[in-house]
């Protein structure tokens, strides 16, 4: 762990293990955090805020997050080959949101921020109390901020918190997901190695313990809760923080849709379906409804199903591998467990429907369930309105345009999306009435540190990227005093 600027086990000496996702096997062990350990990162946290210069001093930051991007790349290849180790993520996708990414702009960009963001301005003429009020609205950082970071992508989202936060001034206690802990295990090291940032600015605790992450949502030391993750889980946490009023960024599920109008080309169809499966369907903005125009309807279940049986699936080391495995065990039956809920309510399974069967002998013990379509339902169908987060696609079918953006704003989610069509304003027009965080249009691609990216309704609150994602790290003061007089000469 990371504390106070001191690379450091537990207090009780407690590990706890890190398991491969595609083999199942032991990777190795981290040191297991305990109430008193988050305790002596909250406490460093607040002290390095209110006790240190960070806050104020723009160029030590700009210097730190310089050096820290430095050092990442110097470890780019160790790193790519650990994400592909822990998190399961096939070796095609580090080239892109994984990795190589965020890399490249996920701390640039926030540091670009520094120099660029309006941090005061002042606002014109004396409002009612005439020319000699003087009102400046200042923007300050926040304070100590939770980062609690999820499995799915965990460098990028660590990254994409890690930056605005700290290019803010804030301070930060870094909870990563018990299942990839080594890569931000790995930034705490790099950190205190390599970067001048002040001890106790970041502070890197992994633990198992949903009670001792439970601390960061009570703590009144801690002054925003920065996730992203399950929708239950961001749901107990602005519970937990409400006593203490804590700003809140939350990142949660998603149940995205892809519509396909009657005139999108075949191909898109199936590129769009396939890219479900991508990580195993472990992404909160994966389209895994797809609305299909009736008349294209029968032609594209079949495509699809015929992509989904040639998908590759295997060992992520693999580069040709689009799917590997899910997270863990307890993911894996979540799976499992919600396509057999759509088999009970009637749904066609028209390939997959279980575990990966003919892999290789080292992969038998590995998480890896077979990519799946599902028809046969309406949109009230589980299936239709769960997050799964696994190679799971169901496809409806709509009549028009207006059936369409029905069904797909009758979710409780609104995270992204995707419309299909020849006709480009006809696409922009159906994209423009969906109620959805972030949308594509014919494979626009909406992802960029300058692009804020979060949901609607049980998709979240606020925003990550972009200067709104930058801005939730910062609090708004106005202050304002009276002008002298001028005494005419």
Same mark, same amino acid.
Not at 154 to 164: A, D, T, W, Y
Not at 253 to 282: E, F, M, R, T, W
Not at 288 to 298: E, G, I, P, S, W
Not at 396 to 415: C, Q, T
């Given at each position: 762990?990371?504390?106070?600027?001191?690379?450091?086990?537990?207090?009780?000496?407690?590990?706890?293990?890190?398991?491969?996702?595609?083999?199942?096997?032991?990777?190795?062990?981290?040191?297991?955090?305990?109430?008193?350990?988050?305790?002596?990162?909250?406490?460093?946290?607040?002290?390095?805020?209110? +006790?240190?210069?960070?806050?104020?001093?723009?160029?030590?930051?700009?210097?730190?997050?310089?050096?820290?991007?430095?050092?990442?790349?110097?470890?780019?290849?160790?790193?790519?080959?650990?994400?592909?180790?822990?998190?399961?993520?096939?070796?095609?996708?580090?080239?892109?949101?994984?990795?190589?990414?965020?890399?490249?702009?996920?701390?640039?960009?926030?540091?670009?921020?520094?120099?660029?963001?309006?941090?005061?301005?002042?606002? +014109?003429?004396?409002?009612?109390?005439?020319?000699?009020?003087?009102?400046?609205? =200042?923007?300050?950082?926040?304070?100590?901020?939770?980062?609690?970071?999820?499995?799915?992508?965990?460098?990028?989202?660590?990254?994409?918190?890690?930056?605005?936060?700290?290019?803010?001034?804030?301070?930060?206690?870094?909870?990563?997901?018990?299942?990839?802990?080594?890569?931000?295990?790995?930034? !705490?090291?790099?950190?205190?190695?390599?970067?001048?940032?002040?001890?106790?600015?970041?502070?890197?605790?992994?633990?198992?313990?949903?009670?001792?992450?439970?601390?960061?949502?009570?703590?009144?030391?801690?002054?925003?809760?920065?996730?992203?993750?399950?929708?239950?889980?961001?749901?107990?946490?602005?519970?937990?923080?409400?006593?203490?009023?804590?700003?809140?960024?939350? +990142?949660?599920?998603?149940?995205?849709?892809?519509?396909?109008?009657?005139?999108?080309?075949?191909?898109?169809? =199936?590129?769009?379906?396939?890219?479900?499966?991508?990580?195993?369907?472990?992404?909160?903005?994966?389209?895994?409804?797809?609305?299909?125009?009736?008349?294209?309807?029968?032609?594209?279940?079949?495509?699809?199903?015929?992509?989904?049986?040639?998908?590759?699936?295997?060992?992520?080391?693999?580069?040709?591998?689009?799917?590997?495995?899910?997270?863990?065990?307890?993911?894996?039956?979540?799976?499992?467990?919600?396509?057999?809920?759509?088999?009970?309510?009637?749904?066609?399974?028209?390939?997959?429907?279980?575990?990966?069967?003919?892999?290789?002998?080292?992969?038998?013990?590995?998480?890896?369930?077979?990519?799946?379509?599902?028809?046969?339902?309406?949109?009230?169908?589980?299936?239709?309105?769960?997050?799964?987060?696994?190679?799971?696609?169901?496809?409806?079918?709509?009549?028009?345009?207006?059936?369409?953006?029905?069904?797909?704003?009758?979710?409780?989610?609104?995270?992204?999306?995707?419309?299909?069509?020849?006709?480009?304003?006809?696409?922009?027009?159906?994209?423009?009435?969906?109620?959805?965080?972030?949308?594509?249009?014919?494979?626009?691609?909406?992802?960029?540190?300058?692009?804020?990216?979060?949901?609607?309704?049980?998709? !979240?609150?606020?925003?990550?990227?972009?200067?709104?994602?930058?801005?939730?790290?910062? +609090?708004?003061?106005?202050?304002?005093?009276?002008?002298?007089?001028?005494?005419?000469?």
């Amino acid at each position: 762990m990371l504390i106070d600027g001191e690379l450091t086990e537990a207090a009780s000496g407690a590990r706890f293990d890190n398991l491969s996702p595609a083999t199942g096997r032991l990777l190795g062990t981290t040191a297991a955090a305990d109430a008193l350990d988050m305790e002596r990162a909250i406490a460093a946290a607040r002290r390095a805020f209110d +006790e240190t210069d960070w806050s104020t001093n723009r160029a030590l930051r700009a210097r730190c997050l310089e050096q820290l991007q430095a050092a990442i790349e110097a470890e780019k290849d160790d790193l790519r080959e650990e994400l592909i180790a822990e998190v399961g993520c096939p070796v095609m996708t580090t080239q892109s949101a994984q990795l190589d990414w965020p890399l490249a702009e996920a701390l640039r960009y926030p540091t670009e921020m520094i120099l660029d963001f309006p941090w005061e301005r002042t606002l +014109e003429g004396g409002g009612l109390f005439g020319e000699r009020n003087v009102r400046t609205v =200042v923007k300050v950082p926040v304070g100590v901020v939770a980062a609690i970071t999820p499995s799915n992508f965990p460098i990028e989202v660590i990254l994409n918190k890690l930056g605005p936060a700290l290019a803010a001034g804030n301070t930060v206690v870094l909870k990563p997901d018990p299942n990839t802990p080594w890569n931000a295990t790995r930034l !705490g090291r790099l950190i205190a190695e390599h970067t001048d940032i002040p001890p106790g600015v970041v502070n890197v605790v992994p633990t198992p313990s949903n009670d001792v992450a439970g601390l960061l949502g009570a703590d009144p030391r801690v002054d925003m809760i920065s996730f992203t993750g399950s929708t239950g889980v961001g749901k107990l946490l602005m519970r937990q923080g409400a006593d203490t009023m804590k700003r809140m960024f939350l +990142e949660l599920g998603g149940k995205s849709v892809s519509i396909v109008l009657d005139d999108a080309p075949p191909a898109a169809i =199936v590129a769009s379906a396939v890219g479900v499966c991508v990580h195993a369907g472990q992404a909160c903005a994966a389209t895994t409804r797809m609305l299909v125009h009736r008349a294209l309807f029968d032609d594209a279940v079949a495509g699809i199903t015929a992509a989904y049986q040639a998908v590759p699936v295997g060992d992520p080391v693999n580069p040709e591998t689009l799917v590997g495995p899910v997270i863990s065990a307890a993911q894996k039956k979540r799976v499992l467990d919600a396509i057999d809920q759509a088999r009970a309510d009637g749904a066609e399974i028209t390939t997959g429907g279980g575990p990966m069967t003919g892999l290789a002998a080292h992969l038998a013990d590995g998480h890896f369930v077979a990519p799946t379509v599902i028809v046969g339902v309406d949109n009230s169908a589980a299936i239709a309105r769960q997050e799964v987060f696994g190679p799971v696609l169901v496809v409806l079918p709509f009549s028009d345009d207006d059936e369409a953006v029905r069904i797909a704003n009758d979710s409780a989610y609104g995270l992204a999306g995707a419309v299909s069509s020849r006709n480009h304003e006809r696409a922009m027009a159906v994209a423009r009435r969906i109620r959805t965080g972030s949308i594509g249009v014919n494979g626009g691609m909406y992802y960029g540190a300058d692009a804020p990216f979060g949901g609607f309704k049980n998709s !979240g609150v606020g925003r990550q990227c972009g200067i709104e994602g930058f801005e939730q790290y910062t +609090e708004t003061m106005t202050i304002a005093h009276r002008a002298p007089r001028t005494t005419p000469q």
